[in-house]
């Protein structure tokens, strides 16, 4: 009898082919399990929008995750200033804060 060496997961003395990615969390987000090159797409981590993901590589399991199509809702609040600005719906008012006698603004200051 010949045998070859097991070169996916040895479970009870038996060679298993793994088929998939096991169930990872990983940059806030819980990854559920997945077909080997396949790509999951899921929702962005808590504090930003948008859509995240994450291909399972047959040769390394997991890829790192893609999270640039994630947005921060920071984000969104200074998009919302910048779109006042461009249309003068915020006017830029230095009279309305309390300058220092260098210049730079109470409570703010960066020297």
Not at 2 to 24: A, Q
Not at 31 to 44: D, H, Q, V
């Amino acid at each position: 009898m010949t045998t070859f060496p097991c070169s996916s997961k040895v479970v009870n003395g038996r060679c298993k082919v793994i088929s998939e990615c096991p169930r990872r969390k990983h940059s806030g987000i819980s990854w559920p399990r997945t077909l080997l090159g396949a790509t999951r797409i899921t929702k962005c981590p808590f504090g930003s929008n948008g859509t995240a993901t994450r291909k399972c590589d047959g040769k390394e399991s997991w890829l790192p995750p893609d999270l640039s199509n994630c947005t921060g809702h920071k984000f969104y609040d200074l998009e919302g200033a910048l779109k006042n600005l461009q249309t003068n719906k915020t006017q830029l008012n230095s009279a309305r804060y309390e300058f220092d006698c260098k210049g730079n603004l109470a409570n703010n200051c960066f020297f």
